[in-house]
């Protein structure tokens, strides 16, 4: 074993103890479980084997909305990728780190959204660390949607730009806001295209024609759009026919697009130039492993063939909401495969989660302060690789568990 001790030695507890207690972390109520990681033995999936020995799990809260993360052409694309360009680069993009198949995999993804040039980050966290900063100065302003992502948030923390935070798609307030920030250089108007937490889908073409109105850039974060929304899976511009309207556009590649990770940043070509020379997460940041490059390019292979699989998961969606909601549920959003099966009391999200996979149904409950007090919900997530029997089971399940803990009648 040589010098490697055999136990975790406990280094620094006290001072843990104590720093926990400064910051006033006691962990969840009584009640309520705090976060846990479930522990899948299996591939991702709509059926999962558990570590714990669950099998036959229909699994309902990963974002593989479109099927793709264990699709075997992604896969196969993966392991030849891995083969022929190596485990990884050990380099930033700009020193050693990229290889033919990054600028392929970039130019795709311009193409897809038809837009002029993309540039790939780790992530979408970093693409949205990254953005902000890089474009915007002390001279600018960001109106940014009070319930974006915690990434937006954090990007836009990190820039020095003039700060507004509009209310939850309010048009009305976004639009006293860009009145106010008319005294400053430029504008620039962040929002997430669908809402993760409540399967909402922001009023884009509202926003594009605000933005107009008031000489605004429009930015949207697209991880909960890219691959499914729209007729062509293209986005939430797509659908909401404002692709020529929308100047930035954020997403990942870690959701539909095959799953494994990564993000980029998709638009007009100056501005991806500037973010290559500028935005830190790109500049400080390993490249992306060649596998990973390779599911994600084989993804938009598959998506750009056809757009069967987003048809069928819209068809799937469809399904589950109108069941659920005819059974006497509240599924809150529109025509999203994001379904949030509002309860309002955390204990019920909690202990309903809990039941449904005792059922064999794999879903989370939400609650504070994840999701407002008093809006715990169980968020269910459609993928096109359910069956319809996986979506009646859900179904049943769940009228079984509501009626059981006095959520129906
Ligand atoms: N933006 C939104 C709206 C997301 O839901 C997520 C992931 O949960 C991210 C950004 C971050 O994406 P990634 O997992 O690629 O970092």
Redesign the pocket.
């Known amino acids: 074993r040589g010098a490697v001790p055999r136990r975790p030695m406990g280094i620094g507890q006290e001072l843990t103890r104590g720093l926990l207690a400064a910051i006033g972390h006691r962990g969840p109520p009584p009640g309520v479980r705090g976060k846990s990681e479930r522990v899948i033995a299996s591939r991702q999936g709509p059926h999962l084997r558990l570590a714990d020995g669950g099998a036959g799990i229909i699994n309902f809260c990963a ?1 593989n909305y479109l099927g793709l993360s264990s699709h075997p052409e992604v896969i196969r694309a993966a392991v030849e990728a891995l083969e022929k360009f190596g485990a990884g680069l050990s380099s930033v993009r700009f020193i050693c780190g990229t290889q033919s198949i990054h600028k392929d995999l970039e130019e795709k993804i311009a193409r897809f959204h038809q837009r002029e040039d993309a540039i790939l980050y780790a ?6 660390a990254g953005i902000f900063e890089a474009l915007l100065t002390p001279e600018d302003a960001v109106l940014s949607d009070e319930l ?2 915690a ?2 948030i954090d990007g836009i923390r990190l820039c020095k730009a003039n700060k507004y935070r509009y209310k939850h798609m309010d048009m009305q307030d976004l639009e006293a806001k860009l009145k106010e920030a008319q005294k400053h250089r430029l504008r620039l108007v962040a929002t ?1 295209g669908a ?2 937490m409540d399967g909402d889908i922001a009023p884009l073409r509202e926003i594009c024609q605000l933005a107009q109105k008031y000489d605004a850039l429009v930015f949207i ?1 697209e ?2 759009a890219t691959g499914f929304l729209g007729p062509n899976g293209r986005g939430t511009d797509e659908l909401l026919g404002v692709m020529d309207k929308v100047t930035i556009i ?1 997403s ?4 539909a697009l095959g799953g494994a ?3 980029y940043t998709t638009g007009p070509k100056p501005l991806i130039d500037l973010l290559r020379q500028r935005s830190r997460p790109y500049l400080f940041s390993n490249s992306l492993p060649p596998a990973v490059v390779g599911c994600a390019s084989k993804a938009l292979d598959l998506l750009m063939e056809s757009n069967a699989i987003a048809q069928s998961m819209a068809a799937k969606t469809q399904r589950f909401r109108s069941k659920m909601t005819a059974a006497g549920f509240t599924i809150s959003g529109k025509d999203h495969p994001i379904c949030p099966v509002m309860l309002g009391d955390a204990r019920l999200a909690s202990v309903m989660a809990e039941d449904m996979l005792n059922r064999g149904i794999y879903v989370i409950g939400f609650s504070y302060p994840v999701v407002p007090k008093g809006k715990a919900r169980i968020r269910v997530q459609i993928s096109a690789v359910h069956s319809d029997e996986d979506i009646d089971r859900c179904v049943e399940a769940f009228t079984q568990v509501g009626r059981k803990h006095g959520a129906l009648p």
């Open positions: 974002n992530s979408c966290f970093d693409a949205n974006n992502h990434s937006i997430d809402f993760s974060d991880c909960h954020n990942t590649l870690g959701k990770a990564g993000g």
